[in-house]
């Protein structure tokens, strides 16, 4: 397709991607621009990133450019970093011979699923175009010539609004299970349906999800629901059986619709696509914060009946296993755990504001999140956290004078029923 006939200029390229480009063509490689860049300008929306992809081996790619770092082992590729942008430069990939002797081969090795453990066989562009996962995503921009080569009629699928795999369904899920997670994002994300062919062994395959490594779903789950169509991603996700590969101990709690744990889910999921839809920050701890809640109240309560531990025990308890549990599907950073824990924490401590207390709270550098969490709880579940949390409105809005009557209110109705509060939390419904 020429340049007249496509409408992806320069103008949408960023200038680093260019600069990349045009070292690599001037080098005697071929380099082209090729996959959601692509994808994303034709579709008149701007791309999050740029990836490259030439027929320079990475060593070829190491030699061209200073600020570039090999990485990855299963799929070993080049970062060329600029600052804040890393452009990533990947080797053509061709196809794999499938002998016995080539699944030990250091270049390429499958498991006995079919799914593939390294990906290292280099070829040519049309071999690369069919290791590419969707029609949509192989269309390549040359910069050569400004013009696009459309290996398996993407263009078409685009004006099709068809998300629909290359090659045979069964064998690309196995290949790599990841894309039925890709299959469903890009569905909700470009709001396009997945095609008959490609959505119908979704469900049947899904248990292959648990062959993915945690590490490898923590980026993968970033994507579904930090992209601003969270709450669609998740109502396919549940609909295509994958949501319970992702959070198995929220899964269960979700089978009645309607229950305050699905609306508490869905609440989250809407704030979050608002926030990212309006320019507001969000962090990924909230949301697996969450997503977790339910599930650790339920152990919680289960350790305190059972076990017969008080609250404080069997909080500290079910805390660190469901969230232990968690990490074996996806492998959470520390930095984003540590937060976790804290919003959760800050959920008993928010009710007790005598004295400082309630001033040490406002300091708290994870105040605002916990706020916002105990809000969200209220909106769910209403009565007394639902005060508590319009409470907690109300004292930050407040001034010095009002803030201290607010508190004096409150040691007053203290005063009446000074322990109540404690022996409430002992119920099993209350969760204050
Ligand atoms: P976005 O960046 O908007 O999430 P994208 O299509 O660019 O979408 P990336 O993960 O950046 O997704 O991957 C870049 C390209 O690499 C894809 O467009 C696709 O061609 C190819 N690709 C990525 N993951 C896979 C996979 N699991 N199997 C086959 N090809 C893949
Ligand atoms: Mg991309």
């Known amino acids: 397709m020429p340049r007249a006939e496509h409408p992806v200029s320069r103008d949408h390229i960023s200038d680093n991607a260019l600069k990349v480009l045009y070292r690599l063509h001037n080098s005697g490689y071929q380099a082209y621009l090729v996959g959601g ?17 030439t027929n320079a081996t990475p060593e070829q790619i190491k030699g061209l450019f200073r600020n570039c770092r090999l990485i990855g082992r299963r799929f070993r590729l080049a970062h060329i970093v600029f600052g804040r ?68 009629g993407g263009m078409q699928a685009i004006k099709d609004k068809k998300i629909a795999l290359i090659g045979d369904p069964d064998t690309r899920y196995r ?114 914060a969450a997503f977790m809640w339910y599930p650790l109240e339920e152990r919680c309560q289960q350790l305190m009946s059972e076990g017969g531990l008080n609250h404080f025990d069997a909080f500290n308890l079910a805390l660190n296993d469901v969230l232990t549990r968690q990490l074996q599907r996806i492998m959470i950073p520390k930095r984003f755990t540590i937060p976790i824990r804290d919003i959760w924490q800050l959920q008993n401590r928010l009710p007790k504001r005598y004295g400082r207390r309630a001033y040490q709270m406002l300091e708290h550098p994870k105040f605002r999140a916990a706020y916002d969490f105990l809000l969200l709880r209220g909106q769910i579940e209403g009565g007394q956290l639902l005060e508590l949390a319009e409470w907690w409105t109300d004292f930050q809005e407040a001034n010095e004078a009002q ?26 419904k209350s969760s204050t």
């Open 37 to 53: 860049c692509v994808r994303d300008v034709i579709l008149g929306k701007e791309p999050k990133d740029f990836d490259v992809t």
């Open 85 to 152: 942008e890393v452009i990533e430069v990947a080797t053509f990939r061709g196809h794999h011979e499938t002998t016995t002797t080539d699944k030990e081969s250091k270049l390429s090795k499958q498991s006995d699923h079919g799914q593939l453990l390294r990906d290292n066989v280099f070829g040519t562009i049309e071999e690369d175009a069919q290791r590419r996962d969707f029609t949509i995503n192989a269309m390549y921009y040359n910069i050569a010539d400004f013009s696009i080569s459309d290996f398996a």
């Open 175 to 288: 290949e790599d299970p990841v894309r039925m997670l890709r299959a469903v994002r890009f569905a909700a994300k470009l709001n396009m349906q997945i095609s008959h062919e490609s959505a119908e062994p979704i469900k049947r395959m899904a248990p292959l999800m648990a062959n993915i490594p945690p590490a490898r779903l923590f980026e993968e789950v970033l994507k579904l629901f930090l992209s601003g169509q969270g709450l669609e991603t998740y109502k396919l996700l549940t609909e295509y059986h994958l949501f319970e590969s992702l959070f198995p101990q929220l899964a269960p709690l979700l089978l009645q619709s309607n229950s305050r744990e699905c609306r508490f889910v869905e609440q989250v999921l809407t704030n979050t696509d608002n926030r990212i839809n309006t320019g507001q920050r969000v962090t990924p701890a909230f949301i697996f």
């Open 403 to 428: 803030r201290k009557t607010m508190l004096k209110n409150l040691r007053d109705q203290e005063g009446v029923a000074p322990r109540r509060p404690r022996r409430q939390r002992k119920k099993p």
